[in-house]
């Protein structure tokens, strides 16, 4: 079975490789990401995903998006709410009430209005599975990122809250939780983090590795791959679960 697929922040990072996963089964794929260059880019990897540029935040713009969804697929069988900002870094004094209030929205407002889209499609068909991308950071206290950790926190209590209500109509929702993730936005953070505390970046990537069972940072195509088990059949009994694949986190700090 075909499966339709939708992915918010799906044009870059893990969300570009969430989306390779699933188009590489077959799925048709839908993506929505702010950055117009890597829209460009995925259109002209695949041409037959659709892509649009719209920022999470921006109700009509994301209304847009889901019309133009709606339009192509005449459904929706796989939410996945994934795109997200790290946020400013520093202690809670510091931080300006503007850089807050943008961390909190596009990573807890967005999943709200893409979750609220799939909820009404899902649940006239009576199937579906919604997936909120949290992190280790939305399970732990984490100094100087507590925007960020706000936000995850917020995404869990939205998926455990809409597993109950939308599992009498046969819809799963769970999130997953990824530890510190090998990439750009990684790299990121730990300059954020440099700048914040005025460590060197080394010794913070060492903390963080340090931190973890496994002592390593995991991959995107990890996330990915935990995504497609979920939404196959050896899946269909897990909701209402917050899935860390993080190489088991031992401390934040």
Same mark, same amino acid.
């Not at 922040?9 to 490789?17: D, F, K, L, T």
């Not at 939308?166 to 510190?180: E, F, K, T």
């Not at 505390?197 to 990915?224: C, H, K, M, W």
């Given at each position: 079975?075909?499966?339709?697929?939708?992915?918010?922040?799906?044009?870059?990072?893990?969300?570009?490789?969430?989306?390779?996963?699933?188009?590489?089964?077959?799925?048709?794929?839908?993506?929505?990401?702010?950055?117009?260059?890597?829209?460009?880019?995925?259109?002209?990897?695949?041409?037959?995903?659709?892509?649009?540029?719209?920022?999470?935040?921006?109700?009509?713009?994301?209304?847009?998006?889901?019309?133009?969804?709606?339009?192509?697929?005449?459904?929706?069988?796989?939410?996945?709410?994934?795109?997200?900002?790290?946020?400013?870094?520093?202690?809670?004094?510091?931080?300006?009430?503007?850089?807050?209030?943008?961390?909190?929205?596009?990573?807890?407002?967005?999943?709200?209005?893409?979750?609220?889209?799939?909820?009404?499609?899902?649940?006239?068909?009576?199937?579906?599975?919604?997936?909120?991308?949290?992190?280790?950071?939305?399970?732990?206290?984490? &100094?100087?990122?507590?925007?960020?950790?706000?936000?995850?926190?917020?995404?869990?209590?939205?998926?455990?809250?809409?597993?109950?209500?939308?599992?009498?109509?046969?819809?799963?929702?769970?999130?997953?939780?990824?530890?510190?993730?090998?990439?750009?936005?990684?790299?990121?953070?730990?300059?954020?983090?440099?700048?914040?505390?005025?460590? &060197?970046?080394?010794?913070?990537?060492?903390?963080?590795?340090?931190?973890?069972?496994?002592?390593?940072?995991?991959? &995107?195509?990890?996330?990915?791959?935990?995504?497609?088990?979920?939404?196959?059949?050896?899946?269909?009994?897990?909701?209402?679960?917050?899935?860390?694949?993080?190489?088991?986190?031992?401390?934040?700090?």
């Amino acid at each position: 079975m075909v499966r339709r697929v939708v992915i918010t922040g799906g044009a870059s990072g893990i969300g570009r490789v969430m989306a390779e996963a699933f188009m590489a089964l077959g799925d048709r794929v839908a993506v929505c990401d702010y950055d117009q260059k890597s829209i460009r880019d995925m259109e002209a990897a695949y041409p037959k995903c659709l892509s649009y540029r719209a920022d999470v935040c921006d109700e009509a713009a994301m209304s847009t998006f889901f019309a133009n969804v709606d339009e192509a697929f005449e459904g929706v069988d796989i939410l996945i709410s994934n795109a997200g900002t790290g946020g400013p870094a520093g202690g809670i004094e510091t931080l300006i009430y503007e850089d807050w209030r943008t961390c909190i929205s596009v990573n807890l407002d967005g999943a709200f209005l893409s979750c609220r889209w799939a909820a009404e499609a899902m649940k006239a068909q009576s199937s579906g599975l919604i997936l909120l991308i949290s992190s280790t950071s939305g399970l732990f206290g984490v &100094p100087y990122r507590s925007p960020y950790v706000s936000a995850k926190w917020g995404l869990i209590g939205l998926m455990k809250t809409l597993a109950i209500e939308l599992g009498s109509a046969n819809v799963r929702v769970n999130a997953i939780c990824p530890g510190a993730v090998e990439g750009e936005r990684m790299e990121r953070v730990l300059s954020i983090e440099s700048e914040a505390t005025g460590r &060197p970046i080394a010794e913070i990537r060492e903390q963080y590795t340090d931190g973890v069972s496994l002592r390593r940072f995991i991959t &995107p195509q990890n996330i990915a791959e935990m995504a497609v088990f979920l939404a196959s059949e050896a899946g269909c009994n897990i909701s209402g679960q917050a899935i860390s694949v993080d190489g088991n986190t031992e401390r934040m700090v």
